[in-house]
């Protein structure tokens, strides 16, 4: 059986984040149970038209952002699609952030949606009133008429709960569990001697890195020799803006920016850490909450859909009351001075991150195409 995935970013991408890490943890194990699997992508500096990665074959052609019209990754789906895949595969799965591919439009074959989070206001936020405005409006019409009647694929009850909001069937949405990936050894490391508190994910403004920042400037008044760690990379001109704060905030020698790390770099950091800060205004998950829970590091997050569902308040991590600066630091605070509460959510994480694994994932995923379509019928 072949499946093709119709993806804007691949794992290969410099910018690939969550959502990437899940479907390339899932399509290589389709791989490995005997499925072939084709994923069409947009290219990036220095990236192979054609590679294959653990047993995935990656096609990439056009531009991520939807904005670059017949040179985006969405308009050359269509395009190679009609040239390349048609009538010789037996599903696609259209993989939507933000703008979708259509293929409910021109695809005959056998569809699935796979989303990880609703924009909604976001947007707005990223791509200002006019632009966020018609994406906006794009995404709204397209999830509640387009692809409405189409079984999909998410990973969050928060994320499915969006879903329905705008339009999607309730029965067709089917919530599958992420998992997290470990370095083949897992060394031990003490926690820093002081309060460190650590960041891991993309450099977005949405992912609230200077709300974090605003907390930590609280924090550091009280704990003078505390750390911010910053692991992640994005765009230049947003992180030279963050570093800039940095500097009116005058925490150079607390804050400190890594940039991109090596998987054991990055469950190293997450390990020494105490606290691992979330203060995103959307999010559809947060494996790099169940990253840090893998290591005995709990989390404190903004209370939004999806780190409700990666959080659990008071048992492996804390919520905040409210989405601002301030709540965050009494969080991290409260965190750091009550070692009782503090050792009992690291245990509790701990526990937690082992309920989530990638070979489970991969099989309940197999098992929800195969009763939605039916193993022998895919072809037909």
């Known amino acids: 059986m072949k499946i093709l995935i119709l993806n804007w970013r691949d794992i290969r991408n410099p910018s ?3 959502a990437e890490i899940f ?11 005997g499925y072939k699997i084709i994923q069409f992508s947009s290219r990036f500096p220095g990236s192979k ?4 990665v653990d047993g995935v074959e990656i096609i990439r052609k056009g531009q991520p952002d939807a904005r670059y019209l017949f040179n985006s990754v969405h308009f050359q789906a269509f395009w190679c699609y009609q040239k390349m895949f048609k009538n010789k595969v037996d599903i696609v799965i259209d993989e939507i952030h933000g703008i979708p591919f259509f293929t409910p439009l021109y695809v005959k074959e056998k569809k699935i949606i796979l989303i990880c989070e609703v924009a909604g206001r976001l947007w707005k936020e990223i791509f200002g009133l006019l632009y966020g405005t018609v994406g906006w409006i794009v995404e709204k ?3 509640g008429f387009v692809y409405k009647n189409l079984p999909c694929l998410t990973i969050s009850n928060s994320t499915r709960e969006d879903l329905i909001k705008n339009g999607v069937k309730d029965y067709n949405i089917n919530v599958l569990h992420v998992g997290v990936s470990v370095p083949n050894k897992l060394n031990v490391f003490k926690k820093e001697k002081y309060p460190t508190i650590v960041f891991l994910g993309r450099l977005s403004k949405y992912k609230g890195i200077e709300d974090a920042m605003f907390a930590f400037e609280q924090l550091s008044s009280k704990y003078v020799k505390a750390k911010f760690w910053i692991i992640g990379r994005g765009d230049m001109s947003y992180k030279k803006q963050l570093m800039v704060l940095v500097d009116k905030l005058k925490l150079q020698k607390q804050i400190l920016f890594f940039d991109y790390v090596s998987e054991q770099k990055k469950f190293e950091f997450l390990a020494r850490a105490w606290i691992l800060v ?3 205004s959307t999010e559809g998950w947060g494996l790099n909450v169940i990253e840090a829970n893998m290591v005995g590091t709990p989390a404190v997050g903004y209370n939004i859909g999806g780190l409700r569902d990666s959080i659990l308040h008071m048992k492996t991590g804390l919520l905040t009351e409210e989405n601002t600066p301030e709540a965050l ?4 605070s409260k965190l750091i ?3 009782l509460l503090y050792n009992r959510l690291s245990r509790n994480a701990f526990k937690w991150s082992k309920t989530f694994n990638w070979e489970k ?12 379509y039916g193993k022998r019928s895919w072809a037909n």
């Open 141 to 143: 019409f397209c999830l």
């Open 23 to 33: 479907t390339h943890e899932l399509a290589k194990r389709w791989v490995k149970w």
């Open 361 to 372: 994932a991969g099989r309940e995923s197999l098992s929800i195409i195969e009763q939605i």
């Open 16 to 18: 690939f984040g969550g």
């Open 329 to 332: 630091f009494e969080g991290i």
């Open 49 to 52: 038209e054609r590679e294959i």
């Open 278 to 280: 979330h203060p995103s």
């Open 337 to 339: 001075e009550d070692k």
